[in-house]
Antibody
Framework: QLQLQESGPRLVKPSETLSLTCTVSGDSINSDSHYWGWLRQPPGKGLEWIGSVSYTGTVHYNPSFISRLTISVDTSTSQFSLHLTSVTAADTAVYYC???????????WGPGTSVAVSS | EIVVTQSPATLSVSPGERVILSCRASQTIRYLAWYQQIRGQAPRLLIDAVSSRATGVPARFSGSGSGTEFTLTISSLQSEDFALYFCQQYHSWPLTFGQGTRLEIQ
């Protein structure tokens, strides 16, 4: 059974870089029919798609983040990562990683990790 | 970017009632999903490709629509259905979500 698990620091200082990793277990990340995505949900607000990556490294980014976002994949460790630079308090949110089959919705989600941006 | 708008923001209903949640896209789309989010949990895929129930989703949940107008219907609300519901288009990048509809117990 496929499982995703986010990991990374829970507290990041303003202007620094937020780095998170999603570990995929129970199935292969080397799938030519899935995207692996990052999403977030600020406190009390809705869901926001950040970006997605395929196992080949092809990425799609939300234009709202494109100037400070990098998403990458490491198939040797079955992980994909998010790096968001120059964070502000507005980046405080629960961050989720999730799988999305081509032409389908996000069908498997990690439990989420809460990240606060504060000095 | 395709803007997705959900209505209403909050719906107060009683157990056993039938409820219809609406989702509108700013342009014609073919691919839309619905998610349920219980407080403190990750979202769960309910409906895929407008009308296909995801694995394990009860038959009381159904999706329909076309073009720019879509609905999620819950035929008879159970206590566990009082949650937050989002629609999401994956017709084109960037992927976008509606703001959500919260079902509250009346």
């Amino acid at each position: 059974q496929l499982q995703l698990q986010e990991s990374g620091p829970r507290l990041v200082k303003p202007s620094e870089t937020l780095s998170l990793t999603c570990t995929v277990s129970g199935d292969s990340i080397n799938s030519d029919s899935h995207y692996w995505g990052w999403l977030r949900q600020p406190p009390g607000k809705g869901l926001e798609w950040i970006g997605s990556v395929s196992y080949t490294g092809t990425v799609h980014y939300n234009p709202s983040f494109i100037s400070r976002l990098t998403i990458s994949v490491d198939t040797s460790t079955s992980q994909f990562s998010l790096h968001l630079t120059s964070v502000t308090a507005a980046d405080t949110a629960v961050y989720y990683c999730a799988r999305r089959p081509y032409y389908h919705g996000f069908d498997v989600w990690g439990p989420g990790t809460s990240v606060a941006v504060s000095s | 970017e395709i803007v997705v708008t959900q209505s209403p923001a909050t719906l107060s209903v009683s157990p056993g009632e039938r409820v219809i949640l609406s989702c509108r896209a700013s342009q014609t789309i073919r691919y839309l999903a619905w998610y349920q989010q219980i407080r403190g949990q990750a979202p769960r895929l309910l409906i895929d490709a407008v009308s296909s129930r995801a694995t394990g989703v009860p038959a009381r949940f159904s999706g329909s629509g076309s073009g720019t107008e879509f609905t999620l219907t819950i035929s008879s609300l159970q206590s566990e259905d009082f949650a937050l519901y989002f629609c999401q288009q994956y017709h084109s990048w960037p992927l976008t979500f509606g703001q959500g509809t919260r079902l509250e117990i009346q």
